[in-house]
């Protein structure tokens, strides 16, 4: 699902993000990125939805190269990848059943459709009677429900989370990530950006982490999270 | 664009207009009153040419009579020029109680001593732009001694009514840049206080296309309202200042005509409109380019 080939990224006044970073994600594939803050996490994630642009190598999602996708195309592949953002990203001006749903509305979705499928993703994350209510009237940890669901509405074949629990007590934070495995489980690859160290030792999924930029531990269950 | 997205991008707009009540009643003030200015300014163009042209329209062609001429010959020669409107005999008599009168003499005193005026003829022309032209024609006709009229002050009318329309046009277009500039920048700020929202967009996979009607869909919105109460404002307040003007100062006649009215509100509407969409699509670009 998911080839990163000899990637690095530079950003302006020479700060190295990722170095030489080879990855491959299957399908239907659970995995956590973790390190610590400015270890490079956000930026393998944007990366693959072409919030960015690699300086060197390839990353190929579904068989195409997204850097070397036209300007164009780009929607098209983001309307494959649901992203769960550490900053939530919400429409302040749209009540939470509309910012839902308007993940539903880029993609041409019938009304009816819309209406069977918001109630049901914001029942699957606890937010089924704060529909009405705009961002500003919401905790942050319902903010950052608000943006999983936004995320899930698609079923999209790939799901990015960047630090999906920074904001969600112990509790919800793990039923979140468990709900997460479970997309998982039905075919749908999901990465998720992390320093949780509970969660990670509790999910016992593959774990790749990163220190400055480079890949420095892959394994296929991880768990007993190192931050290294 | 399917049913659906069409009904999404309209609901999406409008409840932008409703929710920004405040950005959008200063872009539609801001568009108002740029609309208003060159309104204003269009209509004093329009009255300043039109009492122009009104002043040299009032100027004679004075065709001569030689002492052999055939009268009737020369007034069917004189008729049969489309460009002429009206003809009028005036026989030398006439003439010299005329000069008269404009001179303060007795003219029964001045026609004892002789009448060197010809007979001669006071023609009309259609246009007051055509007036030196049917005076060398006139000229050509036998019979014809000489056609003369107030030449200096017909030329000095009409290049004064070209230059104002001149004038006008130059001014139109400058004002209208400014206007089309003024909203530009009124909607930009209205996408810089929502750049979150189309960044957000973009990022959950909507096309340009798709951000940008529901802004195309407000700047039309905008400028057709802008248009509207500058056309309310405008007309009323120009018929009320034109009837003020043609009953207070009677040698003013400023121009009252529906066709003028209909033609300028429909024009500053439509103006507006299309500043309203050009000033969204000019703003959003920017915002367009980060994908």
Known sequence: MIHIQDVSVAYPKGIQALSGVDLHFERGEFAFITGASGSGKSTLLQLIYRELEPTRGQVIVDGHDVSQLPRHRVPLLRRKVGVVFQDFRLLPMQTVWENVGFALDVIGATKRDKHHRVPLVLELVGLADRADAYPDQLSGGEQQRVCIARALVNTPPLLLADEPTGNLDPVISLNIVQLLCDIADRGTTVLCATHDTHIVDAMQRRVVALVQGVVVRDEKTGGSYDAA | ?291
């Open chain 2, 1 to 291: 664009m399917r049913l659906n997205t069409a009904q999404f991008l309209i609901s999406q707009a409008w409840s932008a207009i409703l929710r920004n009540g405040a950005i959008t009643g200063a872009a539609i003030t801001n568009i108002s009153v740029a609309l208003c200015v060159l309104g204003v300014f269009v209509l004093t163009a329009y009255n300043l040419q039109a009492q122009a042209m009104q002043q040299a329209a009032a100027v004679e062609i004075t065709v001569d009579l030689a002492k052999d001429a055939k009268r009737a010959e020369v007034e069917k020669s004189l008729r049969a020029n489309e460009r002429v409107k009206a003809v009028r005999f005036v026989p030398k008599a006439e003439a010299l109680e005329g000069l008269a009168q404009r001179w303060g003499l007795d003219f029964s005193t001045l026609s004892r001593v002789g009448n060197p005026l010809p007979d001669a003829f006071r023609v009309v022309p259609v246009k007051p732009d055509d007036i030196e032209a049917i005076a060398e024609q006139a000229e050509q006709i036998p019979g014809v001694a000489e056609a003369r009229y107030a030449q200096q002050t017909t030329t000095k009318l009409l290049k004064l009514a070209r230059g104002i329309k001149l004038a006008g046009l130059v001014a139109v277009i400058i004002l209208g840049t400014a206007s089309l500039l003024l909203v530009s920048v009124t909607i930009r700020l209205t996408i810089y206080a929502r750049r979150r929202e189309v960044r957000i967009m973009q990022l959950v996979g909507a096309t340009n296309w798709f951000i940008r009607w529901p802004f195309l869909l407000e700047g039309w919105f905008q400028g057709t309202t802008g248009g509207i109460v500058a056309t309310a404002l405008l007309l009323p307040g120009y018929a009320y200042l034109a009837s003020l003007i043609s009953s207070n100062l009677g040698f003013i006649r400023p121009v009252q005509s529906t066709e003028l009215m209909v033609a300028l509100g429909i024009g500053l509407v439509l103006m507006g409109s299309l500043f309203g969409v050009l000033g969204s699509l000019i703003g959003l670009q920017r915002y367009l380019q980060e994908v």
